[in-house]
Nanobody, 119 residues
Framework: QAQLVESGGGLVQPGVSLRLSCAGSGFTFNTYDMIWYRQTPGLEREMVARVTSVSNSKIYSDSVKGRFTISRDNARNTVYLHMRSLKPEDTAVYYC????????????WGQGTQVTVSS
């Protein structure tokens, strides 16, 4: 059974850094694109960053470009989101998603981890 488990969220002050982790199991991790989303109550889920399976290409939303870095360690079946210069508007529940690039029905979600940026 496929599973994604996020960790690393918390309450931090503006301007600091935080690293989220997402450990996958039960599927062939290195064949899936790994994506971080975030969601704030009342708003749609937003794609934050994506790292592809084939070329390790990385895509970022404009709101985090230059501040967030996504990386993956296929040996550990883990994807990371390094977040720097955090802002209050980064406050959200962050979700990890595994997406098989050739079959959209093969997708898995983590349970989410809360990130709160506040002074």
């Amino acid at each position: 059974q496929a599973q994604l488990v996020e960790s690393g969220g918390g309450l931090v002050q503006p301007g600091v850094s935080l690293r989220l982790s997402c450990a996958g199991s039960g599927f062939t991790f290195n064949t899936y694109d790994m994506i971080w989303y975030r969601q704030t109550p009342g708003l749609e889920r937003e794609m934050v960053a994506r790292v592809t399976s084939v070329s390790n290409s990385k895509i970022y939303s404009d709101s985090v470009k230059g501040r967030f870095t996504i990386s993956r360690d296929n040996a550990r079946n883990t994807v990371y989101l390094h977040m720097r210069s955090l802002k209050p508007e980064d406050t959200a529940v962050y979700y990890c998603n595994a997406q098989y690039p050739w079959r959209t029905e093969y997708t898995y979600w983590g349970q989410g981890t809360q990130v709160t940026v506040s002074s």
